[in-house]
């Protein structure tokens, strides 16, 4: 039972280029976030998805887009890259309930340190 | 709309000492609230959460109560560790309108060091 996984765990990208931060969660919940944790601001979120097959957005959406590939799979993509997204990026789960409510424990994983010149 | 503000850190303590963080909350529903914890290098862990006002969150000897008449959820512990020294989120889930998928809004974190 690995929990939450994300890849890569480290990048350096250009300005202007684009990537895709991989996250996957073997513990079967039906949400999952994505935030950013910049110095002295704590976690922002960026987008979440309630349950597979839907997304919203979070506080700070801008310069991203996310898919729910299944139900494990939930990925964020820059398009292009600026300077102003460099920051830690965290992938989160919880049970949840698809279409309702829920007050529920989230689960993180490690982290993907983005550098971007 | 919600938010959670935290003491200003760091906190640096001796080994032994006890521990005190504050966090005031703002929401406009019944939220609950939650103890993260980051150590060095790594994602956020849970530490302890309450779900209603008066309620005691505990969990390897910190602990935290659901203060809604102060809007406050202080952690604290009576005896610091080195290996207690982590950066440690105030955070809560809003559900006010049925609308929140669990979302969590975070304080600005606090760096604690103990120091044997």
């Known amino acids: 039972n690995a929990g939450v996984t994300q890849t890569p765990k480290f990048q350096v990208l250009k300005t202007g280029q684009s990537m895709t931060l991989q996250c996957a969660q073997d513990?079967?919940?039906?949400?999952m976030y994505w935030y950013r944790q910049d110095p002295g601001m704590g976690l922002r979120l960026i987008y979440y998805?309630?349950?597979?097959?839907?997304?919203d957005k979070g506080e700070v959406p801008n310069g991203y887009n996310v898919s729910r590939l299944n139900k494990r799979e939930f990925s964020l993509r820059l398009e292009s890259a600026a300077p102003s997204q460099t920051s830690v990026y965290f992938c989160?789960?919880?049970?949840?309930?698809?279409?309702?409510?829920?007050?529920?424990?989230?689960?993180f994983g490690p982290g993907t340190r983005l550098t971007v010149l | 709309g919600d938010s959670v503000t935290q003491m200003e850190g760091p906190v640096t303590l001796s080994e032994e000492a006890f521990l005190t963080i504050n966090c005031t909350y703002t929401?406009?529903?019944?939220?609950?609230l939650f103890w993260y914890v980051q150590y060095p290098g790594e994602g956020l862990q849970l530490l302890l959460k309450a779900t209603k006002a008066d309620d005691k969150g505990s969990n390897k000897g910190f602990e935290a109560t659901y203060r809604k008449e102060t809007t406050s959820f202080h952690l604290e512990k009576g005896s610091v560790q080195v290996s207690d020294s982590a950066v440690y989120f105030c955070?809560?889930?809003?559900?006010?309108?049925?609308?929140?998928?669990?979302?969590?809004?975070f304080g600005q974190g606090t760096i604690l060091t103990v120091h044997p």
């Open positions: 929401a406009t529903g019944y939220p609950s």
């Open positions: 998805s309630a349950s597979e097959g839907t997304t």
């Open positions: 955070a809560l889930s809003d559900i006010a309108g049925g609308t929140s998928y669990g979302k969590l809004t």
């Open positions: 513990m079967n919940h039906n949400s």
């Open positions: 989160a789960s919880g049970p949840g309930l698809a279409g309702a409510p829920s007050i529920s424990t989230q689960y």
